[in-house]
T-cell receptor
């Protein structure tokens, strides 16, 4: 297992275009998280899944953002009609949820989005 | 959900010195984690401390938790240039399974 993989690592797009990011978590992990991080800030929670169920979404997540985890394995995060304010690093993390197991996140390297 | 507030925002030290950074929070927590992020990369988990623990060690790292003061500190002893990174605390509170992060402390260790 090579850890959490994210693709692409970098994406430059024009305002108004749609973009999709993919995350492949650690195979034994049943929880998957998406965070967004801008320069000088900490990661900001977007959404998370337990297996294929999307259990929580941030109120900051506009309806232009959608995430899926169709078979409880990989996940995609799509941003429609991108805006310059969407420029950020999008981080995926996974964890194993179980009784008496602390929720320690393993992060991918991130996907950096630049909207021109 | 609450997020921690790290202090200081930036710290610059010489190699071999100790680095201490703090995380304060407002309401009770289940556990508190510290993560490191090298420039432009993802975060790496360093250490977790539960609400019923007061101190934990991992190599050159020492974490303390004072629930009465609602604060935690991360001490890195004998720092190295490779410790240069941003350090974040992440809180888990109540029934939430969402770790929330502060703005971090940027540490620079000069060789």
């Amino acid at each position: 297992d090579t850890g959490v993989s994210q693709d692409p690592r970098h994406k430059i797009t024009k305002r108004g275009q749609n973009v999709t990011f993919r995350c492949d978590p650690i195979s034994e992990h049943n929880r998957l998280y998406w965070y967004r991080q801008t320069l000088g800030q900490g990661p900001e929670f977007l959404t998370y899944f337990q297996n294929e169920a999307q259990l929580e979404k941030s109120r900051l997540l506009s309806d232009r953002f959608s995430a899926e985890r169709p078979k409880g394995s990989f996940s995609t995060l799509e941003i429609q009609r991108t805006e310059q304010g969407d420029s950020a690093m999008y981080l995926c993390a996974s964890s194993f949820a179980g009784p008496d197991v602390a929720n320690v996140l393993t992060f991918g390297a991130g996907s950096r989005l630049t909207v021109l | 959900s609450q997020q921690g507030e790290e202090d200081p925002q930036a710290l610059s030290i010489q190699e071999g010195e100790n680095a201490t950074m703090n995380c304060s929070y407002k309401t009770s927590i289940n556990n508190l984690q510290w993560y490191r992020q090298n420039s432009g990369r993802g975060l790496v988990h360093l250490i977790l401390i539960r609400s019923n623990e007061r101190e934990k060690h991992s190599g050159r790292l020492r974490v303390t938790l004072d629930t009465s003061k609602k604060s935690s500190s991360l001490l890195i002893t004998a720092s190295r240039a490779a410790d240069t990174a941003s350090y974040f605390c992440a809180l888990r509170s109540g029934g939430s399974y969402i770790p929330t992060f502060g703005r971090g402390t940027s540490l620079i260790v000069h060789p």
